[in-house]
């Protein structure tokens, strides 16, 4: 059965900064298509059909990608001999079949079976590639093991509850969780009861939860967030402003730093098999398990918080009825920061995967139309907590929670799966 779990843009471009909204749609890859590794190649062409075509919102890419680079790690893997635990299966290879036609046919296969709507334009993409390699036993080889591990892939994914109705709670009491203006959306509350990849439950992961109304922690968060993270905030820096944006570009940023590291650190087909495998079913399941976290504690946001305050019972807070924040805020709870638990999740990763921190990388922002460059993944992880703070759209207990959940799946799954036999 096929389907296509696409979410309306204009959802989307209510999540996104009002500086964000004329170039998000923009969909052009920063990278050329031109590589010899077909993986990183393939990614790219899944980029073009989840994003740039697609436009599916956070919860989905994460699946969508994960089925994706799944499906080409196990095709990989079986043909250099099944040196790595598989994901989902391990055809019988003998080596000598083609790589590049086994990548093809597994990333094709599953982007097919999400997005039928692209049919004509994956084919006619898949017969491209698929003719640069010569005709010939390795080529069928390739193109029979790429098709059982996509086969695998599809149908390990059917019904995973990535599709759903579920609906945020809605709260009228002081820190309760409501929508937020300017569009007062709500989406996404489903994910949380979704299928993960690999970890068995996703609430296992839990976090300790926001600071109570009245306490100091919460007036410290609450008085941080409204001074610097203020749409005309005074004491915001130029720097912290295109950081908040930048942050918060949904475009191709976290991506384009995939293959960046995949590039510079010179990695083999396997590895990056590997490597984008690893970091993509972390990324899917440490959605699951943020959502499930978010929909546990229905915190309201700092924009409610800020307008609310003389309700929530605490005397170092100040209400400011017209407060807005540099970024439009997603219309989903605070508690924890979706964006934390997927940047933590994707850096203890990548430390992980290279077993160093201080491995340098950039990635150039359409949205705020800069590059912002990284001399390690802490310090990449150590910004993004304070950028959603910057951009007025989470408390810093909801990035710095956030962070931990997305450390725990990562580390979780590293220590399991994905490790030589």
């Given at each position: 059965m096929k389907r296509q779990t696409t979410v309306s843009i204009a959802v989307l471009l209510a999540a996104l900064s009002p500086m964000a909204m004329a170039s998000a749609v923009r969909a052009a890859p920063t990278e050329p298509a031109a590589t010899t590794n077909a993986v990183i190649r393939w990614d790219l062409n899944t980029q073009t059909a989840v994003w740039d075509i697609g436009q599916q919102l956070p919860w989905f890419q994460g699946r969508s990608?994960?089925?994706?680079?799944?499906?080409?790690y196990d095709a990989v893997n079986a043909i250099a001999g099944t040196p790595y635990k598989p994901l989902l299966v391990a055809p019988r290879a003998t080596g000598r079949e083609s790589t590049d036609a086994a990548v093809a046919t597994a990333a094709y296969r599953v982007l097919d079976d999400i997005f039928p709507a692209q049919a004509e334009r994956l084919r006619a993409q898949y017969d491209q590639d698929l003719a640069a390699v010569p005709d010939g036993p390795a080529k069928r080889g390739g193109v029979e093991i790429g098709s059982r591990t996509a086969d695998a892939m599809i149908?390990?994914?059917r019904d995973d509850g990535f599709e759903g109705n579920e609906q945020?709670?809605?709260?009228?009491?002081?820190?309760?969780?409501?929508?937020?203006?300017?569009?007062?959306a709500s989406t996404g509350a489903w994910i949380g009861s979704a299928r993960p990849f690999l970890v068995p439950n996703a609430a296992m992961f839990r976090t300790d939860g926001p600071p109570a109304l009245t306490s100091r922690a919460y007036a410290r968060?609450?008085?941080?967030v409204k001074q610097v993270g203020s749409a005309n905030s005074t004491v915001r820096t130029q720097d912290q402003t295109e950081a908040a944006i930048w942050w918060h570009d949904r475009n191709v940023t976290l991506w384009e730093i995939k293959r960046q590291l995949a590039e510079t650190q010179r990695l083999d087909v396997l590895q990056t098999a590997r490597l984008f495998a690893l970091t993509d079913t972390v990324t899917a399941d440490q959605s699951i398990a943020c959502y499930d976290d978010k929909r546990r504690w229905g915190f309201w946001r700092p924009v409610t918080a800020v307008r609310e305050a003389g309700t929530d019972g605490n005397p170092r807070t100040e209400a400011d009825p017209e407060w807005t924040p540099l970024l439009v805020t997603p219309p989903f709870p605070d508690h924890p920061s979706g964006h934390a638990c997927a940047t933590a999740a994707q850096m203890t990763t990548y430390r992980f995967f290279f077993g160093r921190d201080r491995v340098a990388f950039h990635a150039y922002s359409i949205a705020s139309g800069t590059t912002r460059h990284f001399g390690s993944f802490s310090?990449?992880?150590d910004e993004l907590v304070s950028a959603r703070v910057w951009g007025g759209i989470h408390f810093r207990s909801a990035d710095v929670q956030g962070a931990k959940l997305g450390t725990a799946v990562s580390k979780h799954i590293t220590a399991r799966y994905f490790t030589k036999r």
């Amino acid at each position: 059965m096929k389907r296509q779990t696409t979410v309306s843009i204009a959802v989307l471009l209510a999540a996104l900064s009002p500086m964000a909204m004329a170039s998000a749609v923009r969909a052009a890859p920063t990278e050329p298509a031109a590589t010899t590794n077909a993986v990183i190649r393939w990614d790219l062409n899944t980029q073009t059909a989840v994003w740039d075509i697609g436009q599916q919102l956070p919860w989905f890419q994460g699946r969508s990608f994960a089925m994706v680079s799944g499906a080409v790690y196990d095709a990989v893997n079986a043909i250099a001999g099944t040196p790595y635990k598989p994901l989902l299966v391990a055809p019988r290879a003998t080596g000598r079949e083609s790589t590049d036609a086994a990548v093809a046919t597994a990333a094709y296969r599953v982007l097919d079976d999400i997005f039928p709507a692209q049919a004509e334009r994956l084919r006619a993409q898949y017969d491209q590639d698929l003719a640069a390699v010569p005709d010939g036993p390795a080529k069928r080889g390739g193109v029979e093991i790429g098709s059982r591990t996509a086969d695998a892939m599809i149908a390990a994914r059917r019904d995973d509850g990535f599709e759903g109705n579920e609906q945020w709670r809605l709260g009228t009491e002081p820190g309760q969780w409501r929508p937020t203006p300017p569009t007062f959306a709500s989406t996404g509350a489903w994910i949380g009861s979704a299928r993960p990849f690999l970890v068995p439950n996703a609430a296992m992961f839990r976090t300790d939860g926001p600071p109570a109304l009245t306490s100091r922690a919460y007036a410290r968060d609450f008085n941080e967030v409204k001074q610097v993270g203020s749409a005309n905030s005074t004491v915001r820096t130029q720097d912290q402003t295109e950081a908040a944006i930048w942050w918060h570009d949904r475009n191709v940023t976290l991506w384009e730093i995939k293959r960046q590291l995949a590039e510079t650190q010179r990695l083999d087909v396997l590895q990056t098999a590997r490597l984008f495998a690893l970091t993509d079913t972390v990324t899917a399941d440490q959605s699951i398990a943020c959502y499930d976290d978010k929909r546990r504690w229905g915190f309201w946001r700092p924009v409610t918080a800020v307008r609310e305050a003389g309700t929530d019972g605490n005397p170092r807070t100040e209400a400011d009825p017209e407060w807005t924040p540099l970024l439009v805020t997603p219309p989903f709870p605070d508690h924890p920061s979706g964006h934390a638990c997927a940047t933590a999740a994707q850096m203890t990763t990548y430390r992980f995967f290279f077993g160093r921190d201080r491995v340098a990388f950039h990635a150039y922002s359409i949205a705020s139309g800069t590059t912002r460059h990284f001399g390690s993944f802490s310090q990449a992880l150590d910004e993004l907590v304070s950028a959603r703070v910057w951009g007025g759209i989470h408390f810093r207990s909801a990035d710095v929670q956030g962070a931990k959940l997305g450390t725990a799946v990562s580390k979780h799954i590293t220590a399991r799966y994905f490790t030589k036999r």
